[in-house]
């Protein structure tokens, strides 16, 4: 697992190696993270779902590119570029995407799972 001390800054340059492809045509990069938080980068194809789910970490989130519908709780939103969501702890939540996507995602506090896919920082 990568550590990253909070108070101290640090940055990350974009390689090859820090995407990972988590299910067929689903890739992601760890962009930066400290145990307040975990910024995620994907790259979703077209047609592809991120099954129903859920965790104990706020998310939020911009999508870059793409749309499709993401059903959230009981209810379903039609997203596309632009649109920025908020899902709470807890809450169950599933991505059904329509066109390729391009999302970037914040997690509160740091996802540790996720952690173990960063790769450590280019300079602190």
Known sequence: M??????????WHDKPDAWKEVMPGVKRRMLSHASTGLMVFYKIESEKTFAWHNHPH???GVFLEGG?????????????????????????????????????????????????ESLPPDNT
């Open 68 to 116: 499709g519908k993401f059903r959230v709780g009981d209810s379903v939103w039609d997203v596309r570029k632009g649109d920025t969501y908020f899902i709470p702890p807890g809450m169950f939540h599933e991505l059904k995407t329509e066109q390729e996507c391009i999302i970037i995602d914040f997690f509160t506090p740091e996802r540790e799972d996720y952690v173990k």
């Open 2 to 11: 990568t550590t990253v001390d909070y108070s101290k800054p640090s940055f």
């Open 58 to 60: 706020a998310q939020y």
